[in-house]
């Protein structure tokens, strides 16, 4: 397997770990609160990786050799607020003005096989805790006391070479807890590193084990490897290992076997493709930053392919309505992972419109055509105009270029409608109340039906203003008695 090539980056540990401590006086106090009172405190994990390699600090993971009663007496008088967010597992969190900590009690844990719940048992060694940690690199801790980087696992070799090793034998840890599998491949997604063999071996060989896992907890991770910088290789580690099967299994599906004549693409290798795409157009988006919901969408907006795959008598490969299928296994799939609801209709629409745009030709929709086309997208315009733009993976030039001309196109007259008649708050000219004292009716079914035809008459004439509105609402009140 390739190994990452070495970084020449990495800070001196001490000096990395003493500068980030300048930025927190706070937390070389309570330090020396544990000090005195016969207790250790070390920083731990995330941070001391960070800090070598340069990166910002975002959370401040503390270990010690206090149970979590004597914690919480030394935190008395020191913090503004604690709280528990695992007790039972030795965790107390708290906040001193800006900071939050979290202290967690040295563990030695035992597993139930069923279960990736520990069976807590406390620890009584910095070394001990450090062995139950998912990777070397995550296996290092700064003695506050006495300012001593400890690294009995090689974490800082590891870093230097850009690997991802267990502190432990890879079956042991995984068998431990499965969902370290899942963060092996969120780490090689932020980080840009490799996982080395044993893990990919450990992790094709457990693949299985994912399934014990909370479908809340295999989502955060997803989640986090999504939003990395190197989300490809994240995803194709889970892939690659058979894990995928288990927690998204529509994505290795679309390792489509080519037709004879190699008439379609790769649809995996495309999918892939449109994710690295979509992100690079992210800046396009008001966030500007990474955006779960279009990465999710890129990653997604094929797998109804694979259900609607056929091949024609002359060789030809379809996939009709897969844009129809694909939205409804997308919202059964982010279902199965507990995504909230907002975020299934966000990423199920995206899906569902996909492609839209290629019914646009050369220009030739209709200016209701554009309206409707901006009315189905709703709050996830934006998004869809990087979708469709990502999902141009061909490798002709010409074909690219004028897929992109073309949908420039699209933007300006979606554009040049919205400033004239305010597209993104596209409403009838009459409103339900107004709908009501005309017909002469109260609130009810005949209400939401009038209100379609005048949103449908809006879509196809744009704004009509409120007396031509209140005439065609008459004269479809009329047909529609005259019918009845």
Request: hydrophobic share 40%; aromatic share 6%; glycine share 8%.
């Amino acid at each position: 397997m390739a190994t990452a090539s070495p970084s020449s980056a990495l800070r001196d540990p001490g000096a990395a770990l003493s500068d980030l401590l300048r930025t927190a006086p706070a937390v070389v106090d309570l330090a020396e609160r544990f000090h005195a009172a016969g207790q250790t405190l070390a920083l731990v994990g995330g941070p001391v990786r960070d800090a070598v390699l340069g990166r910002p600090c975002n959370d401040w993971d503390l270990t010690t050799s206090a149970h979590p009663d004597d914690v919480d007496a030394l935190l008395s008088g020191w913090a503004d607020a604690t709280w528990d967010v695992g007790r039972d597992y030795g965790t107390i969190a708290a906040r001193k003005g800006d900071l939050h900590i979290e202290i967690t009690t040295y563990r030695d844990e035992q597993y139930d096989p069923a279960s990736r719940k520990p069976q807590v048992k406390y620890g009584t060694s910095l070394d001990g805790d450090l062995s139950r940690r998912d990777f070397t690199v995550n296996a290092m801790a700064y003695d506050l006391a006495t300012g001593t980087f400890v690294d009995p696992f090689g974490g800082l070799a590891d870093l230097e070479v850009q690997v991802l090793r267990t502190p432990v034998a890879a079956t042991q840890s995984f068998d431990d807890d499965p969902l370290r599998m899942m963060r092996a491949a969120r780490f090689v997604s932020q980080l840009g590193f490799t996982a080395v063999q044993e893990v990919v071996d450990a992790m094709r060989a457990m693949a299985e084990r994912i399934t014990i896992v909370s479908a809340e907890r295999v989502r955060d991770e997803l989640d986090k490897t999504l939003l990395g910088r190197h989300p490809r290789a994240g995803l194709t580690l889970l892939v690659d290992t058979g894990i995928a099967a288990y927690v998204l299994p529509e994505l290795p599906a679309l390792r489509l076997e080519r037709d004879e004549h190699h008439r379609h693409k790769d649809v995996y290798d495309h999918s892939l493709t449109v994710l690295e795409q979509a992100i690079a157009l992210e800046e396009r988006l008001p966030g500007k930053g990474p955006d779960l919901i279009i990465r999710l969408a890129a990653l997604l907006h094929d797998i109804g392919k694979p259900r609607t795959r056929r091949f024609l008598e002359d060789g030809t490969v379809t996939f009709h309505h897969h844009d129809a299928v694909g939205a409804k296994l997308t919202r059964k799939r982010l279902r199965a992972l507990r995504y909230s609801n907002d975020v299934v209709d966000d990423v199920s629409t995206l899906v569902e419109l996909h492609l839209r745009f290629h019914g646009y030709g050369t220009g030739e929709w209709t200016d209701s055509a554009v309206r409707r086309y901006v009315r189905d997208a709703g709050d996830q315009l934006d998004r869809l105009h990087v979708l469709t733009r990502a999902d141009s993976t061909t490798r002709n030039r010409r074909k690219a270029e004028r897929l992109q001309r073309t949908y420039d196109d699209l933007e300006a007259r979606i554009a040049a409608l919205a400033e004239a008649e305010e597209l993104d708050r596209m409403r009838p000219d009459l409103d339900g109340n107004q709908i009501m004292e005309i017909l002469g009716v109260g609130p009810g079914k005949q209400v939401g039906e009038a209100y379609r035809f005048l949103l449908d008459l809006r879509l196809d004439r744009g704004p009509l203003g409120e007396e031509s509105a209140r005439e065609a609402l008459l004269a479809w009140w009329a047909a529609r008695d005259a019918d009845a």
